[in-house]
């Protein structure tokens, strides 16, 4: 891993192999997995739990998947040899710096693809009577209401630092120092984190009682959708050089749900403003994300993958 002029606690420069980077990405991807089942497999000789306490102790193995991978991804670029906390921390796109531009920048632009989503919600509301009133009113409510529910917790906290963490922060330093190029890696990550969600198909077939086809069906949808993510927020990650872009966008993704972009009682208006949201979304694709939006200098930048340098 090459590093950058601005950054004078990191003064060394780490490679591994390509098919290193790659079996560690692989084994971090079925790791994720195999320890969430880890509480099926417990619960099965104990007692029955509540589906909370069931779901506290994936959280848990959530946790401990991701420590494994920070400590694997540590050992594997040698990250102790780095100067300085700060130093090891920016490899996993851990920043202070420009918080507010990595927050508000991707979140503004991933809500353009949920132009018709808003104009739905927004004529769903206005159509009724008091209707952004008793919208208002129902905020403090739903807060709460998410606060007691544990699938609100791993959809909107848990889920997506987890994966953020494991699938971006830990798997792209791997690879970038295996050699491989910010494009090809923009395309190969979602690779794994798509084999990490195969296992709604057992969830959805030997839990849940769908058939085969239905329960195929689904999950093919749902990879589908995770690799075209995973597309984006590896692209966040590499031209941000910032974490927390995009487990901004995951959060906002998972609260959304897939973008609407046609309802029959809108007379088109919604569609309209599904297709203006994606022609605006991906005008400002590149622009939003230069790299110099989310660091000091473009020639000196604080990134730890040296996108900015690169990019001259």
Not at 6 to 18: L, M, N, Q
Not at 207 to 225: I, N
Not at 278 to 285: D, I, S
Request: hydrophobic fraction near 50%; aromatic fraction near 14%; charged fraction near 10%.
């Amino acid at each position: 891993m090459s590093t950058t002029p601005a950054d004078e606690d990191a003064s060394i420069s780490i490679s591994i192999s390509k098919s290193a980077g790659v079996l560690a990405c692989g084994a971090m991807a079925v790791f994720y997995v195999a320890v969430l089942y880890a509480p099926t497999g417990l619960l099965r000789m104990t007692t029955p739990v509540s589906r909370e306490h069931y779901f506290l102790r994936r959280f848990v193995c959530a946790a401990v998947s991701t420590l494994v991978s920070v400590a694997a991804t540590f050992y594997l670029l040698r990250l102790g040899e780095l100067q300085g906390v700060s130093a090891m921390l920016r490899v996993f796109g851990l920043r202070t710096d420009h918080l507010w531009q990595a927050v508000l920048i991707p979140l503004s632009l991933t809500s353009l693809m949920y132009l018709g989503s808003f104009v739905c919600k927004l004529e769903a509301h206005t159509s009724s009577q008091n209707g952004w009133i008793s919208c208002v009113k129902e905020i403090p409510q739903g807060i709460a209401r998410s606060a007691r529910n544990v699938m609100s917790w791993r959809n909107y906290f848990v889920a997506p630092i987890t994966e953020e963490v494991v699938f971006r922060a830990c798997m792209i330093p791997l690879l970038l120092c295996a050699g491989f190029s910010t494009t090809l890696i923009i395309f190969l990550c979602p690779m794994f984190f798509s084999l990490a969600h195969l296992n709604h198909f057992i969830e959805l077939y030997y839990q849940g009682g769908h058939s085969f086809s239905r329960a195929l069906l689904v999950v093919g949808f749902q990879l589908c959708y995770t690799v075209v993510f995973g597309w984006y927020a590896a692209f966040l990650f590499i031209r941000t050089g910032n974490l927390i872009a995009p487990i901004v966008a995951h959060i906002f993704c998972n609260y959304m749900g897939l973008p609407t972009f046609h309802a029959s009682h809108m007379r088109g208006l919604e569609t309209i403003a599904f297709l203006a949201g994606v022609v605006g979304f991906f005008t400002l694709l590149f622009p939003a994300t230069r790299p110099n939006l989310y660091n000091h200098r473009i020639t000196g930048c604080n990134c730890w993958q040296t996108y900015c340098i690169l990019q001259q």
